[in-house]
T-cell receptor
Framework: EAGVVQSPRYKIIEKKQPVAFWCNPISGHNTLYWYRQNLGQGPELLIR????????DSQLPKDRFSAERLKGVDSTLKIQPAELGDSAVYLCASSLVLAGNNEQFFGPGTRLTVL | KQEVTQIPAALSVPEGENLVLNCSFTDSAIYNLQWFRQDPGKGLTSLLL?????REQTSGRLNASLDKSSGRSTLYIAASQPGDSATYLC????????????????FGQGTILTVHP
């Protein structure tokens, strides 16, 4: 079974440029998460989807970040315009929420460098 | 606000040693706790998941325990190997009043483990 797929794996951009990350979750997983991981830190949630609905986006900087999950499968996270402080690893995770279990599986991440 | 702390921040041991990584959390109303491994430049690999009603989980040389009332979990690695070198992260999800999972994982900062031959 394929795991969570993310692309690109690496991205280097100039500040003020736009950037987009793509995630394909594990087949059948209804919940999708975007996390950001700064160097030396644990990941922090940006947004959580249940099917197509964003049920928790309280930590998403909405002035420059946007996300979508069309058809409840793939998801795209966009930053426009990027700032130096956005340099981080962006991780996508998915889970199948069943009674008593919410194990999350992570993709390899996209390492973003903003110059 | 849930806070997760991991001790030690870094650990270096010779091959073959048994070791313990510690995780503590401030809010005991958790749904479950997950231990992950992260290799440099890679994503997170789920190692063990402990439900709030469970006391421990085992997988091969790994054993994770959970004491919800004291807000602590430990990850025990038996007979460590150089291939175990990685960052180990613990994370918890909170529980809603209705008993369902809040979903969001709150992570500690990780323990960097080095096992030298």
């Amino acid at each position: 079974e394929a795991g969570v797929v993310q692309s690109p794996r690496y991205k280097i951009i100039e500040k003020k440029q736009p950037v987009a990350f793509w995630c394909n979750p594990i087949s059948g997983h209804n919940t999708l998460y975007w996390y950001r991981q700064n160097l030396g830190q644990g990941p922090e949630l940006l947004i959580r989807y249940e099917n197509e609905e964003a049920v928790d986006d309280s930590q998403l900087p909405k002035d420059r970040f946007s996300a979508e999950r069309l058809k409840g499968v793939d998801s795209t996270l966009k930053i426009q315009p990027a700032e130096l402080g956005d340099s981080a690893v962006y991780l996508c995770a998915s889970s199948l929420v069943l009674a008593g279990n919410n194990e999350q599986f992570f993709g390899p991440g996209t390492r973003l460098t903003v110059l | 606000k849930q806070e997760v702390t991991q001790i030690p921040a870094a650990l270096s041991v010779p091959e073959g040693e048994n070791l313990v990584l510690n995780c503590s959390f401030t809010d005991s109303a958790i749904y479950n706790l997950q231990w992950f491994r992260q290799d440099p430049g890679k994503g997170l690999t789920s190692l063990l998941l402990i439900q709030s009603s469970q006391r421990e989980q085992t997988s091969g040389r790994l054993n994770a325990s959970l004491d919800k009332s004291s807000g602590r979990s430990t990850l025990y690695i038996a007979a460590s190997q150089p291939g175990d070198s990685a960052t180990y992260l613990c994370a918890v999800t909170l529980i809603f009043a209705g008993g369902t999972s809040y979903g969001k994982l709150t992570f500690g900062q990780g323990t960097i483990l080095t096992v030298h031959p």
